[in-house]
């Protein structure tokens, strides 16, 4: 059983930082694909980040790279989301997902289990 809960989403001006936590409370992460997803008001939903299984493999949407770092640790069953130097436009609610696959993935549809979602928004 995977369940997903993200956490450590709010208000920050921009150029501040948040941290968001994507716990499971059932079966261990260690075995699965993780990844960072994005949904602002009126539009789909976006790719941010990924981590392999193992954590050898990481990938970020161009928009956050250099400004997010995802990483994961399997003893207490969480990934991560640092997210630094936000901009306005990273405004969204902020959603966690997992799957059974090798290496990262970047579409929505290749993911099987998906968090609730956190909002974060960027003031100007």
């Known amino acids: 059983q995977v369940q997903l809960v993200e956490s450590g989403g709010g208000l920050v001006q921009a150029g501040g930082s948040l941290r968001l936590f994507c716990a499971n409370s059932g079966r261990t992460l260690s075995s699965l694909g993780m990844g960072w997803f994005r949904q602002a008001p009126g539009k789909e939903r976006e790719f941010a980040a990924a981590i392999s299984w193992s954590g050898d493999n990481i990938r970020y949407a161009d928009s956050v790279k250099g400004r997010f770092t995802i990483s994961r640790e399997y003893a207490k069953n969480t990934v991560y989301l640092q997210m630094d130097s936000l901009k306005p436009e990273d405004t969204a609610v902020y959603y966690c997902?997992?799957?059974?696959?090798?290496?990262?993935?970047?579409?929505?549809?290749?993911?099987?289990?998906w968090g609730q979602g956190t909002q974060v928004t960027v003031s100007s």
């Open positions: 997902a997992a799957g059974v696959f090798g290496g990262t993935r970047q579409f929505p549809n290749e993911y099987s289990y």
